[in-house]
């Protein structure tokens, strides 16, 4: 009999939904607790509250499972202020709903214990068995300067992407709600904001309104049909250090769109295409060693997929969650519907072989 990962699917929603509760708690303040980590990319009070909330609802209901997170705590350790306000934040963000509550195991004992469980996301990653990647902020500069960021979970069984969550708490609730250059600038998360995406191999994808309490009810999104590539609106990184804007440009060029491209952190960009805001989402490698790591895109990739899109590397080879926390085997990413997919990967190849 098959398995439909219904109960994988709902932990990741409320585990995902309660952890965007404290990024808006610490969105709205004016210090984040920003530390800088060896790669000197900035680490929030944030993200290691929504850390320890999603380790800990995954640690209530599979314990067994395997964990790949971006954070550990060492440097908590280390600094009791920076503890003591991430320990407020965790113990006092609660869903608003017993039920809910109860299905992620309540909350975390102490601040030992959260320290602890922030560690538990040092899974080597690799083919074999059940391993939840986790971004608790994925797009933290863009989280630090009021854009788009995503808490992102999903979760990979022998090296497949199962299950995916992404929740993008500054993205209009309105999936009709078509992607423009400011998207990605001067966000909030106020009235008619906040969405969660979900997709589970081979079921679809679906986008919800983000609560405070229990699931809302969802709708099935799908990619929108491109009967004229010149016309696609294309998203990239903010971040130049992320994404050759200049190859992009180019490719831009070949393809004939002449609209600006919408420039946003995070997988907020997989979660405004898969649902038809936005067409294609083009992250260009930027130097030859770089690898993605795979809590950037394990989520993002199965709701684009499932929303009837395809994902590869600019090589044209599908993404490969199987080598480790990291995409090894793979550069760079290519997102477009089915219909377009190959046209655009053309366009890519070409520019990039003519470098």
């Known amino acids: 009999m098959s398995h439909h990962y219904a109960q994988e699917l709902q932990i990741a929603l409320l585990a995902v939904q309660r952890a965007t509760l404290l990024t808006k708690r610490v969105f709205h303040e004016k210090a984040k607790g920003t530390a800088s980590k060896d790669d000197k990319s900035p680490v929030t009070i944030g993200d290691f509250g929504a850390q320890a909330l999603i380790i800990s609802a995954l640690r209530h209901s599979f314990p067994g499972d395997e964990i790949v997170a971006e954070e ?31 299905q992620l195991g309540g909350g975390i ?73 400011k998207a990605g600038v001067d966000q909030s998360d ?28 969802s709708k099935p999104i799908h990619m929108k049909r491109v009967e004229d590539i010149t016309q696609a609106t294309f998203c990239e990184s903010v971040e130049a250090g992320h994404s050759s804007q200049d190859d ?10 002449a609209k600006p491209s919408v420039r946003m952190d995070s997988q907020a960009k997989y979660g405004s295409i898969a649902r038809g805001a936005g067409d294609l989402y083009l992250r260009l490698p930027v130097r030859k060693d770089y690898q ?16 009837g899109g395809v994902v590869t590397d600019v090589e044209g080879s599908r993404l490969d969650f199987s080598v480790g926390r990291t995409l090894a085997e793979n550069k760079g990413v ?22």
């Open 72 to 102: 550990e705590a060492s440097a908590l350790r280390e600094n009791e202020g920076l503890r003591s306000q991430i320990w407020e934040l965790v113990k006092t963000t609660k869903l608003n709903d017993t039920s809910a509550e109860e």
């Open 109 to 181: 004992k102490d601040e030992a214990a959260m320290l602890d469980i922030i560690d538990e996301g040092k899974s080597k990653g690799g083919a074999k068995g059940r391993i939840w990647a986790i971004d608790p902020i994925d797009g933290t500069k863009g989280f630090l300067r009021g854009g788009q960021y995503a808490v992102c979970l999903g979760l990979m069984v022998d090296g497949d992407v199962k299950v995916g969550v992404l929740g993008c708490p500054n993205l209009p609730v309105d999936d009709s709600v078509s992607l423009d250059t």
């Open 190 to 217: 106020e009235e008619g904001k906040g969405v969660l995406f979900g997709a589970v191999q081979g079921q679809g994808a679906t986008s919800r309104p983000m609560s405070t309490g229990r699931l809302q009810g």
């Open 248 to 257: 992009a440009a180019k490719i831009a060029q070949k393809l004939g769109i």
């Open 292 to 307: 993605e790591k795979i809590w950037d895109h394990a989520a993002g990739d199965l709701i684009v997929r499932e929303a």
């Open 334 to 355: 290519i997102a477009a519907p089915k219909a377009v997919h190959s046209q655009v990967l053309d366009a890519v190849k070409s520019v990039l072989a003519a470098k």
